[in-house]
């Protein structure tokens, strides 16, 4: 057990557990943030206390995604591929925050996202559509969850590069960004391809997929086609 009187004060209230998982044993810690005053969770493989480079997965929560396996985006398969990785890496932290759902609009908002999705707008537009910003999240809570833990810097499992100056900016320094790349379908390559397009994430097994005849040519057109409303001035 991590040591609480460092550093409670900035995380609030905080409990630790040993959680055993398919995957094997990881540390629970759970802690309400003081700051956005949700429940979040990170789960600890190995020591990594005073480590430098610490493999970390700050990973924003997706109830269609992550529980139920929803295929129009590729969070569930980020979920277990950065555990995974934690696992070979023999330590790591997963930071699973919450309120971060349909980047930080709300489960019930999402899911009216989708409705417009699927009538044609991307995974920008249609949070705009219903009057509400892109993306809302704050990773304040990764940040002091790490430092409560110890950790020197870390290596980070992620494809957007907003993610490391948004870490940088709460003083967790970043010595790597790790590709964090889901296979490529006809369900996802519309989102993905808006990701990667309006909203800077890496993602270059997108070209790869559509070359090697991974996804439809239907599905191929309707990504160039929500691609086509992008101007320099709409990229966020």
């Known amino acids: 057990m991590h040591d609480q009187g460092i550093g409670r004060e900035e995380i609030g209230d905080v409990a630790?557990?040993?959680?055993?998982?398919?995957?094997?044993m990881f540390?629970?810690?759970a802690f309400r943030d003081p700051v956005d005053g949700n429940e979040h969770m990170a789960l600890v493989r190995g020591?990594?206390?005073?480590?430098?480079?610490?493999?970390?997965?700050?990973?924003?929560?997706?109830?269609?995604?992550?529980?139920?396996?929803?295929?129009?985006?590729e969070c569930g398969d980020q979920l277990n591929a950065s555990l995974d990785a934690v696992v070979r890496e023999g330590g790591g932290v997963l930071v699973y925050l919450r309120g971060h759902?349909?980047?930080?609009?709300?489960?019930?908002?999402?899911?009216?996202?989708?409705?417009?999705?699927?009538?044609?707008?991307?995974?920008?537009?249609?949070?705009?559509?219903?009057?509400?910003?892109?993306?809302t999240r704050d990773y304040g809570p990764a940040a002091r969850v790490l430092r409560y833990l110890?950790?020197?810097?870390?290596?980070?499992?992620?494809?957007?590069?907003?993610?490391?100056?948004?870490?940088?900016?709460?003083?967790?320094?970043?010595?790597?960004?790790?590709?964090?790349?889901?296979p490529v379908n006809d369900d996802n390559i519309r989102y993905l391809t808006a990701k990667r397009d309006r909203l800077g994430h890496d993602l270059?097994?997108?070209?790869?997929?559509?070359?090697n005849g991974a996804v439809s040519?239907?599905?191929?057109?309707?990504?160039a086609v929500s691609g086509a409303r992008v101007d320099a001035g709409e990229a966020r």
């Open 150 to 182: 110890g950790v020197g810097s870390v290596r980070l499992l992620s494809n957007n590069p907003a993610k490391v100056s948004a870490l940088e900016s709460y003083g967790i320094g970043v010595t790597a960004r790790v590709p964090l790349l889901a």
């Open 217 to 223: 040519g239907a599905a191929v057109n309707g990504a």
């Open 101 to 135: 759902e349909g980047r930080g609009i709300g489960l019930v908002a999402k899911v009216r996202t989708h409705v417009l999705q699927d009538q044609g707008l991307d995974t920008v537009d249609s949070a705009t559509a219903i009057g509400l910003p892109v993306d």
């Open 47 to 73: 020591e990594v206390a005073g480590r430098a480079g610490v493999l970390v997965r700050m990973h924003s929560e997706c109830m269609t995604g992550d529980i139920f396996g929803a295929t129009r985006c």
């Open 16 to 24: 630790e557990a040993d959680l055993r998982t398919r995957r094997g």
């Open 27 to 29: 540390r629970a810690v």
């Open 204 to 211: 270059p097994q997108l070209d790869a997929a559509m070359l």
